[in-house]
């Protein structure tokens, strides 16, 4: 029987069936393999962890509060934010005694549980995170500054806590960047994107928090930062709306729009008043803290509860000034504040403030600022009321536009504070002159005091912003990593004539003169041997410590590039020596200025990626 002619051959269907299997198998594997890498997108995986974070933030900023309303319970039977309400109801020594014995509690606290035994600095914390540890934080260290921060609250300290929720925000993100091991940048936007959902929770406020992370914390609006930023603080919003409801942080009055254009030159006189206003706050906070170093025989832990004792003092007068003051901040809003009570009240809240924070108390700054804003826009518009009262659009208004300058001048943050105001009012007009009077007023505090309240905090700690990010890179790298360790050393009592042999084969022309214990004893140079480097005549007589140097700078293996730059710019060398410390200087090498110049090239590059968004 014959075969089939087609037996044992492809048929042209099955040939073309088995190419569409294989390009279909090519494709699958395509799209997974491209699927596999977005999944390990830096972005993505940034996408998700703000969400992570703003989740968090959000529940935090509740814990926060719901922490702040224990223990005002605790110190005064009260509940709630608006402590002024329900003040009458509360014994006389129980406002007098209840910050004093708060603030000792709070001093013991700092003095055995926290690092330095130094108080929380909130934000300003935050800011050298972000600027010089690569968005690295302590999340314990975290809640221990809440603890601090609420009890300080709670007890009747004059302080705020935006802050230490913006602190407790940032920490964190810190935790779930320290848990996956991220790199500095990706660090530093969950840093920012914690800090935006705890602004955003804080004030109701989603437009601000975003603002106010990307200003103050991470520095730039790159949209690989702007993204995760803004996804974190609106689920902050939606997690504290969802408890607390959709109120705004104030009671504001039924806002109208700008009387006349001729107003104007008011707003902006109010911003020329609220920086001198912010400056003189400032400098009491200071004044208090020069204060207590010129008694330092108090000890650090009983200072806070000497400043509560007076802050206690000017409660039973004034109980206005106890915690963040809300209650007050609402009564100036609605206009019901006479006026002389509103000039003291200016007063008496920045000596709280200065007394509650100058003495260790924790918490923030930006609810005095507020207060006083308050105080101050609402003292001011009512005179210009006075004045003109057909151009005025009532002193209420004025109330609104002292906040956002005195606050936008003490915090720094002109941008965040004016969507603050913007959202909390929802009036474009009145944010217009917002703008003019916070504007102004940052100018001139910058001219005036030279820095923001937050930058202030760091300096009185050794810590300059100056060179931002760049610093924090070059801080963030070890002078370890560039000590050349192939040179040529002697010891002190090496005949000259070696001395000069080594010296012409040394590389950079340079010799270490080391003892038995390998400490740097001296330098030598072509120059340390003048007529002697051809001169054989004293050979038999002079030896290595005969001719050295003393190093005049001297690095550590542990000090950063920023500290080598610095050296290397003081020396005028070319080459400094590296020991082990500065105790024992055991000698390790040399480090040279060009390696430490390339390295700094290499930071402003990468600080550029990130201010690119370049994860």
């Known amino acids: 029987m014959d075969e089939p002619e087609d037996a044992g051959m492809i048929s042209i269907a099955d040939f073309d069936l088995g190419r569409r299997l294989r390009r279909q198998r090519r494709i699958l594997a ?120 609420a009890l300080s609250i709670g007890c009747g300290g004059s302080v705020g806590r935006e802050g230490p929720v913006v602190h407790l925000g940032a920490s964190i993100g810190s935790f779930f960047a320290n848990r996956l091991h991220l790199g500095r940048a990706m660090s530093r936007t969950l840093l920012g994107c914690g800090v935006a959902a705890a602004v955003a929770a804080s004030f109701n406020a989603p437009i601000a928090g975003v603002f106010f992370a990307l200003e103050v914390v991470v520095g730039h609006y790159a949209l690989s930062a702007f993204a995760p930023v803004v996804v974190a603080s609106v689920l902050g919003t939606m997690v504290s709306r969802m408890y607390f409801g959709d109120f705004p942080a104030f009671v504001l009055p039924a806002t109208r729009e700008i009387t006349s254009f001729f107003e104007f030159p008011a ?33 650090s832990w009983a200072r806070p509860a000497i ?33 002389w009570l509103l000039f003291a009240l200016i007063l008496m809240k920045t000596l709280a403030t200065a007394l509650s924070l100058g003495s260790g108390f924790g918490g923030g700054i930006f ?117 050349d360790k192939a040179v040529e050393s002697v010891d002190p009592g090496t005949p000259l004539a070696e001395v000069r042999r080594k010296l012409a084969a040394a590389p950079w022309s340079l010799l270490a003169v080391v003892d038995d214990d390998e400490r740097l004893v001296g330098l030598i140079s072509f120059p340390d041997l003048a007529e002697l480097a051809f001169d054989s005549s004293s050979d038999e007589i002079m030896v290595a410590q005969d001719t050295m140097h003393k190093a005049g700078y001297l690095l550590t293996a542990r000090d950063d590039l920023q500290t080598a730059v610095q050296a290397f710019g003081a020396s005028g060398e070319v080459h400094l020596p590296v020991v082990f410390d500065r105790e024992e200087q055991r000698f390790l090498g040399f480090v040279h200025e060009h390696e430490v110049m390339v390295a700094y090239h290499r930071t402003l590059q990468q600080a550029r990626r990130e201010e690119r968004g370049e994860v």
């Open 367 to 483: 609810s005095p600022s507020l207060f006083l804003g308050a105080m101050v826009g609402g003292a001011f518009g009512v005179l210009a009321t006075s004045v003109f009262p057909d151009l005025s659009s009532g002193h209420g208004a004025y109330t609104i536009v002292g906040m956002g300058a005195v606050s936008g001048a003490v915090l720094g943050a002109p941008i965040s504070t004016v969507l603050i105001i913007f959202e909390m009012t929802n009036d474009y007009a009145l944010t217009i002159a917002v703008m003019i009077a916070t504007a102004i007023a940052s100018i001139i505090t910058q001219q005036l005091f030279g820095k923001s309240f937050f930058q202030w905090q760091l300096e009185r700690r050794g810590i300059s912003l100056a060179g931002g990010r760049e610093v924090g890179l070059l801080r963030a790298l070890e002078v370890s990593g560039f000590t």
């Open 307 to 339: 400043g509560g004792l007076a802050v206690g003092c000017i409660a039973l007068v004034f109980p206005q000034v106890l915690g963040v003051g809300y209650g007050a901040t609402d009564a100036a809003l609605s206009e019901t504040l006479p006026l």
């Open 30 to 149: 395509l799209r997974w393999y491209r699927t596999r890498r977005a999944l390990q997108s830096p972005h993505l995986k940034l996408f998700l962890l703000s969400i992570l974070v703003g989740l968090a933030g959000g529940l935090a900023g509740i814990g926060f509060r719901l922490g702040i309303d224990f223990f005002q319970w605790l110190a005064l039977s009260v509940r709630g934010e608006n402590l002024l309400a329900a003040i009458d109801a509360v014994p006389w020594w129980r406002i007098l005694l209840s910050p004093m014995l708060g603030g000792l509690i709070i001093g013991l606290f700092v003095y055995h549980f926290m690092p330095g035994r130094q108080q929380p600095q909130a934000v300003s914390q935050v800011i050298e995170a972000s600027a010089f540890r690569g968005g690295r934080m302590s999340s314990i260290v975290g809640l221990k500054a809440a603890v601090v921060n």
């Open 267 to 299: 707003f902006a006189l109010l911003g020329i008043i609220s920086a001198i206003a912010a400056i003189l706050f400032m400098r009491s906070i200071m004044a208090v803290e020069d204060t207590w170093l010129r008694f330092p025989k108090v000890p």
